[in-house]
């Protein structure tokens, strides 16, 4: 199994610009989450989701859209990029009633 | 306002030494994770706790629930230890902590 898989792991926007954060899993986890570490921070919920066709907002959605089309996949998406940002981000994923979260490896983000 | 606390922020040790890092929560929980950070980024669960104590290998983590407080301890520590530990509390969503940043040196 791959786990949790992230692409791309770095990537520069201009302000204003979109992009999507893709995010895959083969592990058939119902739920997937996407978070942002910040320094001082730590990690912070953006949105999740707890099966296909299913998502909601965490703690800081403002910014961000997801999708969720299929068990593995739980793309990230910025549709105007702000230099607020600018951070790591993490997909994460696990089995329904389980507590165990998988990580992914991150994607760093640097907005201009 | 952090739901999570963890002390201290940064830490640094001899090899060989036994180290604590110590997690306080203010939520509800059902569970308490620990999570390693190596320095390319990755994050790995090592331990959920839900009461008492777990062991892996050199690493001990404990919580007690009625003080809603969690350490984990490392023996003999080594530099490859050196990482980012983050606490995570499972509540109606995860709370992380801001993590500790261990370094070892030899």
């Known amino acids: 199994n791959a786990g949790v898989t992230q692409t791309p792991k770095f990537q520069v926007l201009k302000t204003g610009q979109s992009m999507t954060l893709q995010c895959a899993q083969d592990?058939?986890?119902?739920?997937m989450s996407w978070y942002r570490q910040d320094p001082g921070m730590g990690l912070r919920l953006i949105h999740y989701?707890?099966?296909?066709?299913?998502?909601d907002q965490g703690e800081v959605p403002n910014g961000y859209n997801v999708s969720r089309s299929t068990t593995e996949d739980f793309p990230l998406r910025l549709l105007s990029a702000a230099p607020s940002q600018t951070s790591v981000y993490f997909c994460a994923s696990k089995e329904t009633h389980q507590e165990t979260q998988y990580f992914g490896p991150g994607t760093r983000l640097l907005v201009l | 306002k952090n739901e999570v606390e963890q002390s201290p922020q940064n830490l640094t040790a001899q090899e060989g030494e036994f180290i604590t890092i110590n997690c306080s929560y203010s939520v509800g929980i059902s569970a308490l994770h620990w999570l390693q950070q190596h320095p390319g980024g990755g994050i790995v669960s090592l331990f959920m706790?839900?009461?008492g104590k777990k062991k892996h290998g050199r690493l001990i983590a404990t919580i007690n629930i009625q003080e809603k407080h969690s350490s984990l301890h490392i023996t003999a520590s080594h530099p490859r230890d050196s990482a980012v530990y983050i606490c995570a509390a499972v509540g109606n969503q995860f709370y992380f902590g801001t993590g500790t940043s261990l370094t070892v040196i030899p």
């Open positions: 989701s707890v099966g296909a066709g299913i998502t």
């Open positions: 592990m058939n986890h119902e739920y």
């Open positions: 706790l839900s009461s």
